[in-house]
Nanobody, 120 residues
């Protein structure tokens, strides 16, 4: 079974930092693009950042310059370094990835999410 698991969320004061991790496990042949999304209460899920297998990155304007997305292909792991956090960053953060399983086609997967709360 292919699955994604996030970790690293928590409570932090405004201006602080957190580092989120997402690890994929299972019978994986190849992981293509990966990304972080977030969903605040009463809001739709929105894209935060993406990273390709070649480490090409894209960021939402709201986090550009503060967040950094990266990946370690050898460990099937993606990271989101979040600096200068603001209360409006408070949300559940979700890991997303396009994964080709062994002997199967490519599917899109979601993690269960990790809560990030930024106090003022």
């Amino acid at each position: 079974q292919v699955q994604l698991v996030e970790s690293g969320g928590g409570l932090v004061q405004a201006g602080g930092s957190l580092r989120l991790s997402c690890t994929a496990s299972g019978d994986i042949f190849r992981i293509n693009a990966m990304g972080w999304y977030r969903q605040a209460p009463g809001k739709q899920r929105e894209l935060v950042a993406t990273v390709t297998s070649g480490s090409n990155t894209n960021y939402a304007d709201s986090v550009k310059g503060r967040f950094t997305i990266s990946r370690d292909n050898a460990k099937n792991t993606m990271f989101l370094q979040m600096n200068s956090l603001k209360p409006e960053d408070t949300a559940v953060y979700y890991c997303n990835a396009d994964i080709q399983a062994i002997l199967l086609g490519t599917n899109n997967y979601w993690g269960q999410g990790t809560q990030v709360t930024v106090s003022s």
